[in-house]
């Protein structure tokens, strides 16, 4: 698939709205094309802060250093501006967590995984149950989860900067009483839609016969992105296969040319198109 631009660059910065009316200003560190990004997210707002206030934010005040979609930056996410160089010595590439006690119920330990500028594994080590809560959680989320689970946190008091956590240079400690964020909802598997064409009609097409045509537990329309030769419809779903499955009997019908399905379930990724 052809790499194009989105609508935001590395070192943009840019609010997202929560469902109680504040937003959580964030910054783009890294950006994995097309839509994979890397955000820095600091604590929510009483009202959409500008770029000028944000000045004097600090990257180890931010909350959250997460793997999202950034399908709605810009458009639901109000987008701040500030483009520029990111500075890896401040902004730093954070290590992930994974609690592995589904897999092996009586283990007394966490996977720490260090990534590259890609968000791409290099190496991964083990570290004491005891810090689990301490890391960002390593999976990728969709940019709805991710507001409905960031608004969780924050109404828990859950999250604690990344300056308290042991990746950080120097960590401070961890403010009293501050308790690990429970997990999200697991990693979920993804369909990307692409409809070739430089009108926007089939694309809003394909994008309101999935909002209308897919059980919530089966996927969830993430958003669309636009560019001028082809639109990207993301849905998520806890089952990339089965979900594959009924975008394809959703979508097949609508006869589009060149319209085709970028599958990724768990570790697995492939493309199906519906007219071969």
Do not use: C
């Amino acid at each position: 698939m052809r790499t194009r631009a989105a609508a935001y660059r590395v070192g943009d910065w840019f609010a997202i709205p929560l469902a109680d009316g504040t937003f959580a200003p964030g910054r783009v560190v890294f950006h994995t094309p097309p839509q994979g990004v890397l955000g820095y997210v600091f604590a929510p707002r009483p009202t959409l802060p500008t770029r000028a206030e944000l000045a004097d934010l600090e990257p180890g005040d931010a909350l959250l250093a997460q793997e999202f979609s950034g399908l709605h930056i810009g458009d639901p996410w109000p987008l701040l501006g500030g483009a520029g160089d990111v500075d890896r010595s401040r902004w730093k590439t954070p290590e992930f967590e994974t609690d592995l006690r589904d897999v092996y119920p009586e283990g007394r330990e966490v996977r720490v995984d260090l990534v590259d500028d890609q968000l791409r594994r290099v190496h991964f080590f083990h570290a004491p149950l005891s810090e689990l809560g301490r890391r960002q959680y390593g999976g990728a989320m969709g940019a709805e989860l991710l507001e409905r689970w960031l608004l969780q946190q924050v109404r828990a008091n859950a999250l604690v900067p990344l300056r308290t956590q042991p990746w950080w240079d120097n960590p401070t400690p961890v403010p009293p009483g501050a308790a690990p964020p429970p997990a999200p909802e697991p990693p979920s598997d993804r369909v990307v839609v692409v409809v070739p064409g430089r009108g926007r009609s089939v694309g809003d097409i394909v994008e309101m016969t999935l909002m209308l045509g897919l059980a919530p537990d089966v996927g969830e329309v993430d958003g669309a992105m636009r560019s001028r030769d082809e639109t990207e419809i993301s849905v998520y779903g806890p089952d990339g296969r089965r979900l594959a499955d009924r975008v394809l009997e959703l979508v097949g019908p609508l006869r589009a040319p060149g319209l085709h399905l970028l599958v990724r379930a768990g570790d697995q990724e492939w493309t199906l198109r519906p007219n071969e």
